[in-house]
């Protein structure tokens, strides 16, 4: 599943209960608004590569044997190579997968995370009640960055989340996000930061 949302509960307190705050020696705890993490979408798993690789190797050990009984024995390693491109290929896409975004709304801080397979982790940090969230599904090629992502800024810092998900899933994760804003912004409401 692309998209592992835990946020307010049905009776508005959030969810997951209180998490170590970081940084304070455990001492205390933070409220989590919401916890969402962020995962490319792969549409064959596991065992579906498996059975793809054995299909298609068994069709390759045919073709090859029909080579070999017809005489073109020098035509068999090259029945191998696209078995070997195929496998380096969803081994290629398998280790994009590894990548993720992690958005995650406490009491005090929004924080993105970034891990991506080939690049060192990033982190942005935010206070949310300066927060605004933009969703645009529109291909702008004027602005920079991908089009079709959800912003979010804030004095003049801003970040782009889910632009690997499809449409409908950045549109759900605006939404969840906005909602657990509106219940972080309800009475009583952190007081807004000096200046």
């Known amino acids: 599943m692309p998209i592992d949302i835990s946020g307010p509960q049905p009776d508005g307190q959030p ?38 690789m054995g299909v298609v190797v068994v069709m390759n050990l045919i073709v090859a044997g029909i080579f070999v009984s017809h005489g073109a024995w ?13 496998w380096l290929a969803f081994r290629v ?6 990548q993720y975004e992690r958005v995650q709304l406490t009491e005090s801080t929004l924080t993105v995370q970034r891990v991506h397979w080939k690049a060192p982790e990033r982190r942005w940090s935010f206070h949310p009640y300066w927060l605004r969230i933009t969703h ?10 991908p089009a ?12 782009g989340v889910g ?16 909602d657990a804003l509106r219940a972080w912004r309800r009475p009583p409401c952190p007081p807004a930061p000096a200046g």
Request: include cysteine.
């Open 15 to 52: 969810g997951d209960g209180p998490t170590p705050a970081e940084g304070g020696g455990g001492s205390g705890a933070v409220r989590v608004f919401f916890d969402a993490i962020l995962h490319p979408h792969r549409s064959l798993g596991r065992t579906g590569f498996r059975v793809l």
């Open 136 to 145: 645009d599904e529109r291909a702008d090629h004027d602005r920079r960055g």
């Open 93 to 98: 896409s398998y280790r994009s997968a590894r």
């Open 148 to 159: 079709g992502q959800v912003t979010l800024s804030s004095h003049g810092q801003s970040v």
């Open 163 to 178: 632009s690997f998900l499809s449409p409908a899933e950045r549109s759900t994760f605006a939404r969840a996000l906005d």
């Open 74 to 86: 020098p035509v068999v390693p090259f029945c191998g190579l696209d078995v070997l491109a195929l």
